[in-house]
């Protein structure tokens, strides 16, 4: 595997983030399934849930909508505090995780197989849409990713979501010092593309906006800001989780939460 620098279209970024969730399925439900648990809201790698930083607002009695789901975690975490969740998920088999979950657990949530820039949803069919590091930095896009979420929210409705950090962006997805050293310029929007360095093919494509891109793209599909949370990383949190670890988390944000409602 390679990475380079270059654009990808939405039909690149798609089929290959679709297939590279395939494959990578059942090893990330095997190394990270406890920690985020079977009916568990964890909004990111620093481990805050839902629970603790509630920015979802109510959810019992409200139709709840996750883009991005994978094993349907968080959705059934919305399912046992009240809610009428359904799961959205690119990924052939993290929903079939998700099914397995379902069975295991006995707390059962719908889900779909879907692009979060074409949700196969009525106008106005839910009250809350969230995305916990879901499809959000994998869709190229991302203007109709955000209109379709308007569109399928009620009103007044909630859209929050967590992706990593923008500012992440400007260094090397090292756990360790080398993550700490900034090499990529901020306001390069080049997509991130790794490919097969024998046939060529995309395995995988990730999409960078700015903190700026991000409020302004929720201004112009009509929502209002309510908050950005930066969780900060647990003292005594010693996890590594791909880039992420006590020794970049202590000092530099790794995940951002953007909350927005739709008034009217």
């Given at each position: 595997?390679?990475?380079?620098?270059?654009?990808?279209?939405?039909?690149?970024?798609?089929?290959?983030?679709?297939?590279?969730?395939?494959?990578?399925?059942?090893?990330?439900?095997?190394?990270?399934?406890?920690?985020?648990?079977?009916?568990?809201?964890?909004?990111?790698?620093?481990?805050?849930?839902?629970?603790?930083?509630?920015?979802?607002?109510?959810?019992?009695?409200?139709?709840?909508?996750?883009?991005?789901?994978?094993?349907?975690?968080?959705?059934?975490?919305?399912?046992?505090?009240?809610?009428?969740?359904?799961?959205?998920?690119?990924?052939?088999?993290?929903?079939?995780?998700?099914?397995?979950?379902?069975?295991?657990?006995?707390?059962?949530?719908?889900?779909?197989?879907?692009?979060?820039?074409?949700?196969?949803?009525?106008?106005?069919?839910?009250?809350?849409?969230f995305?916990?590091?879901?499809?959000?930095?994998?869709?190229?896009?991302?203007?109709?990713?955000?209109?379709?979420?308007?569109?399928?929210?009620?009103?007044?409705?909630?859209?929050?979501?967590?992706?990593?950090?923008?500012?992440?962006?400007?260094?090397?997805?090292?756990?360790?010092?080398?993550?700490?050293?900034?090499?990529?310029?901020?306001w390069?929007?080049?997509?991130?593309?790794?490919?097969?360095?024998?046939?060529?093919?995309?395995?995988?494509?990730e999409?960078?906006?700015?903190?700026?891109?991000?409020?302004?793209?929720?201004?112009?599909?009509?929502?209002?800001?309510?908050?950005?949370?930066?969780?900060?990383?647990?003292?005594?949190h010693?996890?590594?989780?791909?880039?992420?670890?006590?020794?970049?988390?202590?000092?530099?944000?790794?995940t951002?939460?953007?909350?927005?409602?739709?008034?009217?």
């Amino acid at each position: 595997m390679s990475s380079v620098r270059r654009s990808a279209s939405e039909a690149e970024s798609r089929r290959a983030n679709r297939a590279d969730w395939d494959r990578y399925a059942d090893e990330y439900q095997a190394t990270h399934g406890d920690f985020l648990g079977d009916i568990g809201f964890l909004w990111g790698p620093e481990g805050h849930t839902e629970d603790t930083l509630a920015l979802l607002g109510q959810v019992a009695g409200r139709d709840v909508l996750e883009v991005g789901s994978g094993a349907g975690q968080c959705s059934r975490w919305v399912r046992a505090r009240g809610g009428r969740p359904v799961g959205l998920d690119l990924s052939f088999r993290q929903l079939q995780h998700a099914r397995r979950i379902d069975v295991e657990t006995g707390v059962e949530v719908p889900s779909v197989q879907g692009t979060a820039t074409h949700l196969p949803f009525a106008d106005a069919s839910f009250d809350v849409v969230f995305s916990s590091f879901g499809a959000l930095q994998f869709v190229r896009d991302i203007d109709q990713a955000v209109a379709d979420v308007a569109r399928v929210l009620r009103r007044p409705g909630r859209f929050a979501f967590s992706i990593t950090h923008p500012t992440r962006w400007m260094f090397p997805d090292d756990p360790g010092e080398g993550g700490l050293v900034a090499e990529q310029s901020y306001w390069d929007a080049t997509p991130y593309v790794e490919v097969d360095p024998e046939t060529g093919d995309t395995l995988y494509v990730e999409h960078h906006r700015t903190i700026g891109d991000w409020v302004r793209l929720l201004h112009r599909h009509g929502f209002t800001l309510v908050d950005i949370a930066e969780p900060q990383w647990p003292s005594d949190h010693d996890r590594v989780w791909g880039g992420w670890s006590r020794t970049r988390g202590m000092l530099t944000p790794g995940t951002a939460i953007y909350v927005a409602d739709r008034l009217a």
